[in-house]
């Protein structure tokens, strides 16, 4: 069985957070990387011809934003819900004094991929998965992190309906770009697909960082015995039954440059909500679209993410947004982010979540 690779996250310094100058090239490679890293035997073949470079240059520039920290890795993107994972953003008040305490002891779960603070009540928003075969579940795996963080309160904002996710920073064109419309997807299937342990082999060997080098999909094809060819086949049907997503640059996006990230939630009447999430989601500045639950104290039914170079310009994203649906005053709010206290790609199918489990299901009891 090949090695399972669990994420660490980074903790950034003000210098490790600064923004880094990129020239044109890098940027157009930051571009194709992000939109879609190839399911072929030599990708960085196809993205160089695509780039209009030479293979080397491209490879060469690629290990060295991944050395200066501007890509965080290119890596699958699995589907977590299709693979049967429980998840969901959970927003927590916590002691507004001293949320590191609280943050360190959720970043410790191995399904909370991202953990902000955000200028709110509710300050401490983290998203969080947990697998299949999960004993406690998200309900008891909430109340013993409820218990251990003492938060005051949480609310479950699951996903209701999914509009969209495509964390790809624009890096050549300006705000006007950002706050523009392209083609919307269609809201995407959530219930559990069905796979097999062939797909969990891939996974376990496939996921993670891939390396820089000609054939970067051979190595896991050799840990799950199978010819390059064959797991490339296996690898596109994964996409086609809807449990991979797509390959991808993942970015650091202050050093990419997006210092900024506002989370826009609107008050959108539930006749509409349909209709409104997709034209949300076709703006070109805005990575994440959802529709999720409402409360007495939170009547904010669309959930947009929207990443701009400065406050200024994710303000003007998420204006274009307010004017173009005449929401405003009551009917949105903006929360910005102070504190990235964990931001890393979920690993599936690790001992992790057991581990944890056992030593904190108790908590779960009432």
Not at 34 to 54: K, T
Not at 182 to 197: F, G, I, K, M, W
Request: proline share 6%.
């Amino acid at each position: 069985m090949a090695r399972v690779k669990t994420p660490r996250p980074k903790v950034r310094s003000r210098k490790d957070g600064a923004a880094v100058p990129l020239d044109e090239t890098d940027k157009r490679i930051l571009n194709l990387l992000q939109s879609r890293f190839p399911l072929v035997r030599e990708p960085y073949a196809v993205l160089a011809g695509e780039a209009e470079l030479d293979v080397d240059e491209l490879m060469r520039r690629t290990q060295r934003l991944l050395d200066e920290r501007i890509i965080r890795e290119i890596t699958p993107i699995f589907d977590t819900r299709a693979l049967g994972y429980e998840s969901m953003l959970v927003a927590a008040k916590v002691d507004a004094e001293h949320p590191h305490r609280a943050a360190k002891i959720i970043n410790e779960h191995p399904g909370v991929s991202h953990n902000y603070l955000r200028t709110h009540d509710f300050n401490l928003w983290f998203t969080i998965a947990v697998p299949p075969d999960s004993e406690l579940g998200l309900e008891g795996t909430l109340t013993a992190l409820q218990r251990m963080t003492g938060a005051e309160s949480i609310r479950q904002l699951p996903t209701l309906r999914l509009f969209k996710i495509n964390m790809n920073l624009e890096m050549e064109k300006g705000t006007e770009e950002l706050a523009a419309a392209v083609d919307a997807s269609p809201p995407r299937e959530l219930e559990p697909q069905p796979y097999d342990e062939r797909d969990v082999a891939v996974i376990r060997a496939l996921q993670g960082p891939m390396a820089v080098t000609d054939r970067p999909y051979d190595e896991a094809a050799s840990a799950v015995g199978m010819t390059p060819e064959a797991f490339l086949e296996h690898l596109r049907g994964m996409v086609d039954r809807l449990l991979l997503r797509r390959v991808a640059a993942i970015l650091f996006h202050r050093r990419a440059g997006f210092s900024a990230n506002g989370m826009g939630v609107w008050r959108v009447p539930e006749e509409r909500i349909l209709e409104v999430g997709r034209r949300m989601a076709a703006v070109r500045g805005i990575s994440h679209c959802y529709q999720r639950p409402t409360y007495p104290d939170w009547p904010y039914s669309v959930f947009t993410m929207a990443h701009g170079r400065s406050k200024e310009e994710c303000d003007a994203i998420l204006q274009s947004i307010a004017d173009e649906h005449g929401l405003h005053g009551d009917d949105r709010a903006v929360l910005y982010s102070s504190t990235e206290y964990k931001k890393v790609r979920l690993h599936y199918f690790t001992d992790d979540y057991a581990r944890w489990e056992r030593e904190h299901g108790h908590l779960a009891a009432a």
